[in-house]
């Protein structure tokens, strides 16, 4: 639900709890009132009038009482009948007792009052009291009420809704323009003017933070630049000594080899082993030190390429060995990941190469590769029968330069598993083995289908 909805939800379900109690509860409560009322002022009226016609009763002067009960229902037009009768029940108004009005009994008002005084009743005044026109009168009121109560609460609905809407949530759908456009390293996005509220204060911590995310981008860009430079002295200041100490060893074994006796072929051999394995630890090591430094904008690659690619690269060596490499179909099915493809090229090669490399004398290799959807993760699985890995070991062989292995068993600089994670992790995603000795194993390669 979205926040326009969850900061309106208790104003709208406030509004028609009012409307409810409004129509019904005090609006018909009020029309009681109003009924009672007018009952009430009815009552007395007509008692007024019994007192009036006592003295008349007892003088017997009906023509005056005529008169003036003509004169009262000429006056009050809701009064739609009088009778007057005496003390004996015989009728004195009208003449003749006249026929009663039809009347609804739930619209008129009939009220009794006997004339007399002293202790003497002298007759019965009946009155019946229309009540249509006061309800018509209550009826257009009401409505009148509940027009204006309606527009007020639509007005300050309206108003509600656009302070709502200016004072939050124009400012917090800016701060997330401005928060997607941070993680893209955008950082010239206008945020809103910052107000002496909780919002302004979320403005102003938002800034703080992009500004220090910008200071630490900028450092990180120097860092970077530094490390390339750093790089490039490392492969080719130290790279250069390195190779004409091997081209001298090499000049070496090729004019003495022989001629020396064979401690002196060793120590020759030896050195030319330790030049070789000393350029390509230092090729491993700026391997790992470039991961995670792309610039550009990531790519939507297709797994199971990035891993045919790697492959066909390994082939020289697939079957030089003799290894059975297959590949099952969940790898074909999975879709695209943003990644970079060079990177995701060097991580299979990795962990192709070790599948290959790390298996028992007399054991042909064999390597499977499958992947799988696992809800916003793309998994790729590659097993293998090698020598496996004893579990104590699962978080030592994703350490640069650590080997659970001499150079004389398997070559290796041990920096593949470690540039692996560095990739993997760059890319918001994880890696993991299944494994036990003797028993081969598996790495779990888990990608975001989304950009971490």
Known sequence: MSLQRRLLLPLVAAFVVTLAYFYGIWLPELQTREIERHRDEASRH???????????????????????????????????????????????????????????EQRSLEVVRQVGGDGRVYGTLTVVVDQEPMLAYQRRHSLSLGIVFLAMSALLVAV????????????????????????????????????????????????????????????????????????????HDLRQPLRMVASYVSLLERRYKGALDAEADEFIHYAMDGARRMD????????????????????????????????RMLSPRIEDVAAVVETGDGLRGLPPVPAYRDELLRLFLNVLDNGLKYVARGVTPKV???????????????????????????????????????????????????????????HGGRIWVESDVDSGSTFFIALPRRPA
């Not at 008692?47 to 005056?64: C, I, K, N, Q, W």
């Not at 993760?377 to 001499?406: A, C, M, W, Y």
């Open 46 to 104: 007509i008692d007024s009038v019994a007192e009036g016609l006592t003295p008349l009763l007892m003088s017997s002067r009906l023509d005056v009482i005529y008169e003036n009960l003509d004169a009262l229902r000429a006056k009050n037009g809701d009064w739609i009948e009088i009778r007057l009768n005496g003390a004996d029940g015989t009728p004195l108004y009208p003449l003749g007792g006249g026929s009663a009005a039809s009347r609804p």
């Open 160 to 235: 509600t809704v656009l302070v709502v809407r200016s004072a939050v949530l124009r400012p917090v759908r800016d701060l997330v323009r401005a928060s997607e456009a941070l993680a893209r390293r955008d950082f010239d996005v206008p945020l809103p003017p910052a107000t002496r509220d909780e919002i302004g204060a979320l403005v102003s911590a938002f800034a703080a933070m992009r500004e220090s995310r910008r200071i630490a981008e900028d450092s990180m860009a120097r860092s970077n630049r530094e490390l390339e430079q750093f790089a490039y002295a490392v492969s």
């Open 368 to 426: 499977e590769v499958d992947g799988r959807l696992d809800g916003d993760e793309v998994v790729v699985t590659v097993s293998d029968n090698g020598i496996g890995i004893d579990p104590k070991f699962f978080t030592r062989i994703f350490e640069v330069f650590q080997r659970l292995h001499s150079r004389e068993v398997y070559d290796g600089s041990g920096v593949g598993l470690a540039t692996c994670k560095k990739i993997v992790d760059h």
């Open 280 to 311: 390509r630890m230092i090729v491993d090591l700026l391997e790992y030190s470039r991961v995670g430094r792309k610039a550009r904008d990531r790519d939507e690659v297709v797994v199971a390429e990035v891993v045919d690619e790697s492959l």
